[in-house]
């Protein structure tokens, strides 16, 4: 009676943590369609949106329901979106690599992946967003491919994998900037270089819907493998040895990671840190068992973007800073704090 008593007590503390996520992630969507150069009373937002719904006929002046619609409510779901993917990818490359520093922006993945998106924006290679997001894939792979052969026979140090992805992504970040100076006009390189910062300023609903469908697909795949995560945990041998396919499991959420990556940096750009911070924070919360962890770092992860970019907004007059110097001042001292944990002891 004890157990299954303790196993109700905490399906009923995720339930509470789950609720007030949720609940913390509608408030900051809904200030986040509110602030801007042009504010908008929490009011009028909620009106402009069931009015889109057709819910209410209420009268609303047509910018700003344009603006509502159009413009912010979208970036901020967008925002949530790349928030939870890029946690879940931390938190799928945590376990798969046993190692607490792993994730996209660290281990070169996203660097992988602008590589490939810039290829086809600059260099014209295929067209039309499909294309885009293809390039950014093949980017994505190709880094996983280039930190496995490196880190393959490394020493049996706990962080040769982080160093071979931080060769990667300067690697790939080389190749990035050579593409866009030689090949690029100057407005171009402009742009381009504000985007691999990570901008949500040209999203809309089209990218949304993508998204949403790249995301939820990805969250059920994860989840429907969360005890073989739970297993990776242990180690390659002794997941094997618990009847788990370690080959074919290991490539699928790879795959995952690397769809869900390329997808999010297609989009708006290489955000680092975020799947490092969230999955860390969410297993506090809820331990690290994945059927639990997985959708908590999915909420949070959401919850931190769209702050993320309120922040970006208005931190400076007139200006939006790129979304990936917010989450960076976050993360940075993040990593250093692990570092240090993990460092040997004397």
């Not at 801007?36 to 819910?55: H, K, M």
């Not at 990556?261 to 919360?285: D, E, Q």
């Not at 993320?308 to 110097?325: E, F, H, M």
Request: with cysteine.
């Amino acid at each position: 009676m004890t157990a299954k008593a303790d196993r109700q007590g905490e399906a009923g503390r995720l339930a509470l943590v789950l609720f007030l996520s949720l609940l913390v992630l509608i408030l900051a969507v809904a200030a986040a369609t509110a602030i801007g150069d042009y504010s908008i009373a929490l009011g009028t937002v909620f009106l402009a949106v069931t009015n889109e719904l057709g819910l209410t006929g209420a009268d609303v002046a047509p910018i700003e329901q344009s603006v509502v619609w159009n413009l912010r409510l979208s970036r901020a779901l967008v925002a949530a979106l790349a928030g939870a993917g890029l946690a879940i990818c931390g938190a799928i490359l945590q376990a798969l690599l046993r190692n607490p520093l792993a994730e996209p922006f660290v281990l070169g993945v996203s660097a992988g992946a602008s590589t490939g998106a810039v290829c086809v924006i600059v260099l014209g290679i295929g067209a039309g967003s499909l294309s885009l997001s293809l390039g950014a894939f093949a980017g994505a792979f190709a880094a996983f491919a280039l930190v496995a052969l490196l880190s393959n026979g490394a020493t049996s140090g706990p962080n040769h994998t982080i160093l071979a992805g931080v060769a990667a992504s300067q690697l790939f970040n080389a190749l990035t900037s050579y593409i866009v100076t030689t090949s690029g006009n100057a407005q171009q390189a402009r742009d381009v270089m504000f985007w691999l910062l990570g901008s949500f300023g040209g999203v809309r609903w089209p990218d949304f819907q993508l998204l949403l469908l790249v995301v939820l697909l990805s969250l059920t795949i994860c989840i429907l493998m969360g005890r073989a995560l739970d297993a990776f945990t242990f180690g390659d041998e002794d997941a094997a040895a618990l009847g788990v396919p370690v080959g074919r499991i290991r490539l699928v959420l790879f795959g995952v990671t690397a769809l869900l990556t390329a997808t999010i940096v297609s989009m708006v750009g290489a955000i680092g840190f975020v799947g490092l911070v969230v999955p860390h924070a969410a297993r506090y919360v809820v331990g690290p068992l994945h059927l639990r962890l997985l959708p908590a770092c999915a909420v949070v992860g959401a919850v931190f973007m769209v702050i993320a970019d309120i922040v970006s907004r208005v931190v400076a007059a007139q200006q939006t800073v790129p979304i990936g110097v917010v989450t960076a001042l976050v993360g940075v001292p993040f990593f250093a704090i692990i570092l240090y944990r993990a460092r040997p002891q004397a």
